[in-house]
């Protein structure tokens, strides 16, 4: 069982910047993929970034070259650096986890609780 835990959304103004973090805890394998989705109101839960830990990299199209994931594999942490945020980035952020093995998934899918990042003036 892994165990999740988000920090560090709010409110910020466009063109701004936010760093969420999200601590994994209990037993984590090599090939446990971390990353974060976000949801707006409305809206499916869509992809933001993904990592392996071996630093392998996916983002999705809204948030390339304004995100960036990044993982400390000793600390069981990701984080994401958001830079030049955007009104349509503000949704609840998920941080997930998951065993996979050539891009499939092969165990359970970990969730967290969710944070709130608020892109307004």
């Known amino acids: 069982q892994v165990q999740l835990v988000e920090s560090g959304g709010g409110l910020v103004q466009p063109g701004g910047s936010l760093r969420l973090s999200c601590v994994a805890s209990?037993?984590?394998?090599?090939?446990?993929?971390m990353g974060w989705y976000r949801q707006a109101p409305g809206k499916q839960r869509e992809l933001v970034a993904a990592i392996t830990s071996g630093g392998i990299t996916n983002y999705g199209d809204a948030v390339k070259g304004r995100f960036t994931i990044s993982r400390d594999n000793g600390k069981s942490t990701v984080y994401l650096q958001m830079n030049s945020l955007k009104p349509e980035d503000t949704a609840v952020y998920y941080c997930?986890?998951?065993?996979?093995?050539?891009?499939?998934?092969?165990?359970?899918?970990?969730w967290g609780q969710g944070t709130q990042v608020t892109v307004s003036s």
């Open positions: 997930n986890g998951e065993d996979r093995r050539w891009g499939v998934r092969v165990g359970p899918a970990y």
């Open positions: 209990g037993t984590i394998s090599s090939i446990f993929v």
